[in-house]
């Protein structure tokens, strides 16, 4: 487990990045910013509403946190880094790919067994079909939803029905598009999707904390990525973050 900043350090954090936010840029620059796959709408709302207050750009790259941090270790020119658990943001860490003092967890989410809109039933039934998942060796959602399986003694029975994709909205499109009939997402997902229905929240207690961290890639701070980090800790974020269904996490975590 990695060491929490103190709450005076993280306010400092976050006074220094705000300072800085409105600071008017020579010229537009390019910001490139990898982010989980489950951050799809909320970031695009960001991005469009930081874009329309600053002069810089902001190019998303969304899949699998896993997927991201490889392609970082590989070279990838990311500028911000957005995982959604914390184990690949440490194995970037270790690795002194992202730039640990710029390092915040910035939100939580909720894990949920979801079905087509079709069936009228609630619950943690899991029915007889395939069961879509993110990889659940690799992709944080996937992991997470193992880890509730296996708490919950699910595990041995459903494995061998389990359907795997590259990322939460692959597997969030088989459910909508009636290829499978479970899967399990974040509650954000579901709730991004009105072709699917949430049957039940998996136990908080059956899984690992779902917690979103994100720093600056190591090499690429620069005024444009401060900026937008500060953007993603201000209240505007913030509103947008909270209104797709995240909690939205303190300063001092």
Excluded at 61 to 75: D, H, K
Excluded at 183 to 193: H, K, P, R, S, W
Excluded at 227 to 252: C, E, N
């Amino acid at each position: 487990m990695r060491s929490k900043k103190t709450l005076f350090q993280r306010i400092s954090l976050v006074l220094t990045l705000l300072a800085g936010l409105w600071a008017p840029a020579a010229s537009a620059v390019q910001i490139t910013v990898f982010a989980a796959a489950s951050l799809k709408e909320s970031l695009e709302q960001i991005a469009a509403s930081y874009e329309r207050q600053t002069s810089d750009q902001v190019r998303l790259s969304m899949a699998g946190s896993s997927t991201l941090a490889r392609q970082i270790e590989q070279g990838a020119p990311a500028d911000i880094y957005l995982s959604a658990n914390p184990d690949w943001m440490d194995w970037l860490q270790d690795r002194g790919l992202i730039d640990a003092a710029t390092r915040v967890d910035l939100l939580r989410n909720r894990l949920v067994l979801i079905a087509p809109t079709r069936p009228r039933i609630k619950g943690l039934d899991f029915g007889d079909g395939r069961i879509a998942m993110a990889l659940v060796d690799a992709v944080p959602a996937g992991i997470y939803g193992k880890a509730a399986l296996e708490t919950l003694g699910e595990w041995p029975a459903l494995q061998s029905r389990v359907v795997q994709t590259d990322n939460v909205r692959a597997a969030l499109a088989l459910v909508a598009l009636g290829e499978a009939p479970r899967g399990i997402v974040y509650q954000t997902d579901a709730l991004a999707e009105p072709r699917v229905q949430v049957l039940a929240e998996f136990p908080a207690d059956s899984h690992p904390p779902i917690i979103y961290p994100a720093a600056i890639v190591a090499g690429r701070d620069s005024p444009a990525s401060q900026r937008f980090m500060a953007y993603l800790l201000s209240d505007q974020a913030r509103a947008i973050f909270g209104a797709a269904g995240f909690a939205v996490m303190q300063a001092d975590r």
